[in-house]
């Protein structure tokens, strides 16, 4: 790529979107990250995704305020629901939050409109959710028909491509992909239920996932967990 | 209808979407109406959207609170950008908040899965807003084929449907379904730049379309202007 192209990816300072970022800065993308402040149940990731948007090279990061607690519907932001422990399941998990990434994409939208970039990332994954029917693949590209009629460049005939390059990998592909990238994944939290020093719970499906991902890769776990040996 | 379907009406306070609302009623949906705090100019127009829900007979009115000044672009929410003063013209205007339909949708989205509505009302308008590339019939059609790939329930095959009755109608045609609706449109706003008392400055875009509306349709207009004869 000969001039620098703007991407907005969306961090949310989990293993997958530290990925992503990484990709894109190695692709040469001049990246621009968003995260939302949209009432999970700690505001911890928050902070390691300004920490990650930092160490891993981005032009900027923005952090939107968004409500999403007035609906309620998911463990992640009603606070009366449960998180459930780990399991293997193929249904739609109750931490699936209705709607969250075709929210995220349309703020990812607005913003790469204003900025006038083309491309916007997201670390969504097929194969470790495919309980959430917006982590698929016809999800993604059903937003960016959609997305390509809601905008101005759209309509003026410059395509905004939506990028989800984890979409067909393992969990343990993905860390082999990032540490050939250089991410030091100690610095990226995945739990649904991290304390406010950061650890993780080590018993959530995300932190589940997780840790089977480095088992699959051969790695060593580099995360933090509350409990001493999860 | 036998047994009353749920409904996510957009809900803004001003005449098209009180039209929608009530034209929603009047098919026998039970309304839940969803309204933004998105850093508009004035907050008036949301004690409007909050009277019109009652009035109406809305079984439910809720305010997400969302933040669009984060990325500016529009001078609705950039409070640097002046609004300008009516003028035909085919361009996109500077009033275009960038993806500001496909966010709204996406919440009403959400709220529809949590509540297992089937049915989303929005008041866009292709003929009044042509040069708002997410006013147009083909966004509207992206957005519900995306909408039932990113939801729980168009995954088990119960298709959402996104309502825009309004799309092909002029202001005056609005208008005139309204009254027969027995809308009060002294009670909407839409005016861009409101004074705290909800007078309307008679200037803006907003203004010029609807003033135009009631002469068109031979009806006095009933609007509170902030000039005496603008």
């Not at 463990?75 to 075709?102: C, K, M, S, W």
């Not at 194969?127 to 698929?136: F, K, N, Q």
């Not at 030091?184 to 950061?198: A, H, I, M, P």
């Amino acid at each position: 790529m000969s001039e620098a192209k703007k991407a907005v990816v969306l961090l949310s300072g989990g293993l997958d979107s530290a990925t992503i970022l990484a990709s894109a800065v190695a692709q040469g993308f001049h990246c621009y990250c968003l995260s939302f402040d949209y009432g999970q149940r700690h505001d911890t990731e928050l902070k390691f995704a300004r920490n990650l948007a930092r160490e891993l090279g981005a032009k900027e990061h923005r952090i939107a305020k968004i409500d999403l607690t007035v609906f309620g519907g998911s463990a992640l932001t009603d606070h009366n629901l449960e998180v459930p422990d780990f399991a293997e399941h193929g249904d739609i998990p109750i931490t699936y939050v209705p709607a969250r990434n075709t929210i995220f994409l349309s703020f990812a939208l607005a913003w790469a409109e204003v900025l006038g970039a083309l491309d916007v990332f997201i670390g969504v994954n097929a194969v470790d959710y495919s309980g959430y029917p917006d982590c698929r693949p016809e999800f993604v590209s059903a937003f960016s028909v959609m997305a390509n009629l809601a905008t101005r460049r759209g309509v003026e005939g410059e395509a905004l491509s939506i990028h989800a390059p984890l979409m067909h990998l393992k969990k343990d592909e993905i860390i082999k992909k990032g540490l050939a990238l250089g991410i030091d994944y100690s610095r990226t939290v995945s739990c649904y239920q991290l304390n406010d020093e950061g650890a993780a719970c080590g018993r959530c499906d995300s932190c589940g996932l997780r840790r089977e991902g480095f088992v699959a890769a051969g790695i060593p776990d580099p995360t933090r967990y509350q409990l001493s040996n999860p």
